[in-house]
C-alpha cells in the first residue's frame, strides 16, 4: 500500500497547501510558494544572465559612442544622434 504513495525522486510537499510537486518545480503549482529550503542560487541557475550572449552586443562596424553622452552611434553619423556633439576624431571642416 505505502510504495504507491511513494514520492517521486526529488518530489517535494508545499507547507502551503500541501500539494505535492515536482523537483524540477521551483514553486508550488497549485499556489505558487516557493519550495521550501529552494536558495534564492539554486533559483537564480536557470534565470542568471548568460555572458556567451555578449555578441548579441557587440557593436555594428564603425559604430562610436558619444564622449558627452554616451550613446552610442551609427558610423554614418557625424554628430551624435542624441546631443549633437561631433564625432570625436572628425576634422569639422570650417
Ligand atoms: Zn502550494
Ligand atoms: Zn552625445
Redesign the pocket.
Given at each position: 500500500f505505502g510504495d504507491k504513495f511513494k514520492k517521486p525522486e526529488g518530489a517535494w510537499e508545499?507547507?502551503?497547501?500541501?500539494?505535492e510537486?515536482k523537483a524540477v518545480d521551483t514553486k508550488?503549482?497549485?499556489?505558487?510558494?516557493a519550495k521550501p529550503g529552494a536558495s534564492a542560487a539554486s533559483s537564480s541557475a536557470s534565470s542568471a544572465p548568460v555572458f556567451g550572449l555578449g555578441d548579441a552586443f557587440k557593436k555594428p562596424e564603425g559604430a562610436w559612442d558619444c564622449d558627452v553622452c554616451l550613446v552610442q552611434n551609427k558610423a554614418v553619423d557625424v554628430q551624435c544622434v542624441a546631443c549633437q556633439a561631433a564625432k570625436p576624431g572628425v576634422s569639422v571642416e570650417p
Open positions: 508545499c507547507d502551503t497547501c500541501l500539494v510537486n508550488c503549482v497549485a499556489c505558487m510558494s
